[in-house]
């Protein structure tokens, strides 16, 4: 018989009744060290006493209005990212999925106002993952996502990830956008180069075609700037952003610059609940947080102190590790043993990582995860490298 909830997930059996911090509690006292962060979610850890204060006084205000009246909330946030980004505008979501569609949209808005409606290729690359929905499956293209699912959505060029001299054919008189992550979380937290965002940046002056990242997992903090293209010191036309912005409450935003926003006028695209007020009020304190002085150096040396303990553990454990990966809070470990069973030993030793494609576990903390939690973390996964390879053995 099919459960009550339609079973898409293969579900650890684990349910959780609080967190605090970096750590998720069960019914029955156990504690579990997060390193997933409900994959890029919880960037300030579970139930940070300032997001708890900013949700309830806003519940206790206002819960919902309709976005046919200002949302002060939402401008407010809004505000907020155009002062810290590349940004003019803004347009708020409830996940990234969403945001992704809007990405589309607006790209191919852009290209028939100017007069080019032939303009409409989005050009993406193998590995990529820009949420389920049939666009977004349509975007990222792999077979696993796909399958079923057709007559898929149009007007999609899949690219090899790094392979330049394709990307330079592949762009044409019919390219409207080129969209990307700069850090693929679950390709397999595959970090872009900063010297291919540039070359891509150049291709997208060049062609005109704009250029869409997407920030959902890899921003608001999580490579220890803000948004993590500002490494390469080139900026998009275009950014989807979401799970880190909202640190639990579903939240995601589409921000973009005034020209490639221009085709976006009032009725070409709506949310009944995208910015209101709750979201907004938990994502102007988020920002208002990873924002803070010292709060993204923090970030920056956290992530090389738990880098360097990860590259010690490939060194030591070279039978089940490859490699490490990643910038600042998004890492992974690059497994030589099925990676799944890494995070089934992991669970046995009270932690919890996320296993990503190319055989990657995948480990991201909330951004404020203190020292004494990373050295917790290693030690732990140093035991878990230990059980799967007694696994191995017998
Ligand atoms: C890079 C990227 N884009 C888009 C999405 C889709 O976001 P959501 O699950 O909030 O719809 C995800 C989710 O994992 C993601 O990692």
């Known amino acids: 018989m099919i459960p009550a909830v339609l079973p898409t997930y293969n579900r650890a059996p684990l349910a959780f009744s609080h967190g605090e911090g970096s750590w998720l509690v069960t019914e029955d006292g156990r504690r579990y060290l997060d390193l997933g962060a409900g994959i890029a979610v919880n960037a300030l850890g579970h139930a940070h006493p300032a997001l708890v204060e900013v949700l309830a006084a806003q519940a206790a205000r206002l819960w919902h209005v309709s976005n046919l009246y200002r949302i002060p909330e939402q401008e407010r946030l809004a505000e907020m990212l155009v002062e810290r980004t590349f940004a003019d505008t803004v347009f708020f979501t409830n996940s990234g999925t969403e945001a992704a569609e809007l990405a589309i949209k607006m790209a191919r808005k852009y290209w028939y106002e100017k007069g080019q409606p032939e303009r409409v290729e989005i050009l993406c690359f193998e590995g990529a993952f820009h949420g389920r929905s049939t666009g977004a499956i349509a975007a990222a293209g792999s077979e696993k996502m796909v399958k079923g699912f057709g007559p898929l959505m149009p007007g999609f060029v899949h690219l090899k990830f790094g392979d330049h001299d394709a990307l330079r054919a592949a762009i044409g008189p019919r390219t409207a956008a080129i969209m990307v992550e700069p850090v693929q979380g679950e390709g397999g937290i595959r970090v872009l180069p900063d010297a291919c965002l540039k070359g891509l940046r150049d291709l997208c002056d060049e062609s005109g075609a704009l250029m869409i990242l997407d920030e959902v997992q890899c921003g608001m903090g999580r490579t220890g700037r803000l948004f993590a293209h500002e490494w390469s010191g080139v900026a998009p036309d275009i950014m989807m952003v979401a799970k880190g912005i909202g640190g639990g409450f579903p939240l995601g935003a589409v921000l973009a610059t005034e020209a490639a926003a221009a085709g976006m006028v009032a009725g070409t ?52 590790f490859e490699a490490v990966r990643g910038q600042g809070l998004i890492l992974g470990l690059k497994c030589r043993v099925p990676n799944t069973d890494v ?38 996964l140093d035991r878990a490298a230990g059980r799967v390879k007694a696994d191995v053995a017998a």
């Open 343 to 380: 995070v089934k030993a992991a669970y046995a030793e009270n932690l919890l990582t996320v296993p990503a494609a190319d055989n990657v576990l995948r480990l991201l903390p909330a951004l404020n995860i203190p020292d004494a939690d990373i050295a917790e973390a290693l030690a732990r």
């Open 269 to 320: 695209h709506g949310s009944t609940y995208g910015g209101n007020p709750l979201g907004c009020a938990v994502g102007a304190k988020v920002v208002e947080i990873v924002s803070e002085d010292g709060f993204l150096g923090a970030v920056q040396a956290k992530g090389a102190r738990f880098r360097q303990g990860l590259e010690a553990l490939v060194a030591s454990h070279p039978e089940v």
